[in-house]
């Protein structure tokens, strides 16, 4: 009986080592796992011949399980490359009896794409309570400003609806800056008609804004 002699390591597997009858995907599959183990080994030797043959082999998958969580091309292609990166670093912790070479090629590409949706949408996240912080600091003020020109409008409106002597009376001593003494002085009147006319103008200013 003629005996196999096995495929020295890091040779390449040959698929007529299986035995007859085994359906060809079928040994497809096993050959071209036990040679990506093989390439992971080597790049677990700084091996960069077998990382560009990895690369060749295996990276249109990868993309495509990246390119499927992430559903941005633009995003896919780069974390693919940090795959990559991950594979060249971390090949030598690779250990084929936990797994396929496969298996632990897109598990990798898998989280990775994972940590950068979650990125992606931790700086979303960061933006929009930026903005928030922003525009409502932005609102604020805008907010402010209109009461306050609302405000003026309203005691404008409200100042016309007094005598003329108790509005030049209360403008005299609230926007001159004057003393009731001095706003006597400058009409020509006494105090006490002067503290009269600003009281019952403030008193129907009130009314008139609404204040009680």
């Given at each position: 009986m003629t ?66 969580v992430l ?8 974390t693919t ?132």
């Amino acid at each position: 009986m003629t005996t196999r002699q096995p495929a020295a390591e890091g040779d390449s597997f040959r698929r007529d080592a299986f035995p007859p009858g085994v359906d060809s995907a079928v040994t497809a599959r096993a050959a071209e796992s036990i040679e990506l183990a093989l390439l992971l080994h080597r790049c677990g030797e700084s091996d960069q011949d077998a990382f560009a043959e990895l690369y060749d082999r295996t990276s249109a998958r990868v993309f495509g399980l990246v390119l499927r969580v992430l559903h941005d091309p633009g995003y896919a292609e780069e974390t693919t490359q940090e795959v990559y990166l991950q594979i060249w670093r971390t090949a030598a912790s690779f250990d084929a009896d936990k797994g396929s070479a496969v298996t632990w090629l897109m598990t990798l590409a898998h989280r990775r794409a994972v940590d950068r949706v979650r990125a992606e949408q931790a700086h979303t996240q960061r933006e929009v309570a930026y903005g928030i912080r922003v525009l409502g600091n932005e609102f604020d003020e805008v907010t402010e400003e209109v009461e306050r020109r609302l405000e003026q409008q309203a005691v404008l409106e409200g100042l016309a609806t007094l005598t003329e002597t108790q509005r030049e009376a209360i403008s005299l001593a609230y926007y001159g800056g004057r003393t009731y003494a001095e706003v006597a002085h400058y009409l020509g009147v006494g105090l006490p008609t002067v503290k009269s006319r600003i009281r019952d103008g403030l008193t129907r200013l009130k009314r008139s804004l609404g204040v009680t």
